[in-house]
């Protein structure tokens, strides 16, 4: 089976900047570690000038992932169990206006499932080795159709099945990289 990385267009150009609060903390979130928040939703702030285009798309990545309600029901509807959301607000800095509603998805699982024979290690520029490029290794999954990847968990991963369901959807923003296509320069 085929895998793919799940995440937003990149370079999203037209993508707002978004300023992460300190309750969100990037580490523990890529890990999957649970957030405990004061109150919901957050609010993450969005310095926008007023000329700027600014599209909203269906994921926006500042770090962790934030999923469109219309992502969030997709998921929920193909069978993806494994994240925990919480409601975001992102408002403009100067006017403290609502410009968004989204949620901060947490995926629960991190996969240790690298196939070491097909994938590609370079030693790095402190003498330690770096995946250069991977491929999944499907029977070390768990049969999950969502996780991150144990040895780069920034990177979160689908199955061909998922990737093919979400692909029939109108998403905007939307990217599907073939863990193949994955090149990691040193």
Known sequence: MQYYIFDEVSPNKDAPFLDLPAEIDLIESIMGKKPMFDE??????????????????????????LFSDKMKLALDEHGVTNIDYYPVNIIDLQTKELLAQYYLGV???????????????????????????FSIDESKTLGLNLFRFHNIPGLIIINEDLKNKLSKLDFKGVSFKATKEYNRKI
């Open 40 to 65: 919901l939703p957050i609010e993450i702030e969005a310095d926008i000038d007023e000329d700027e285009k600014i599209v909203y798309t269906d994921i926006l990545n500042p770090g962790v992932p």
């Open 107 to 133: 995926v629960q699982d991190i996969i240790s499932c690298i196939d070491l024979d097909k994938s590609e290690f370079k030693e790095g520029a402190v003498g330690r080795m770096v995946i250069t490029r």
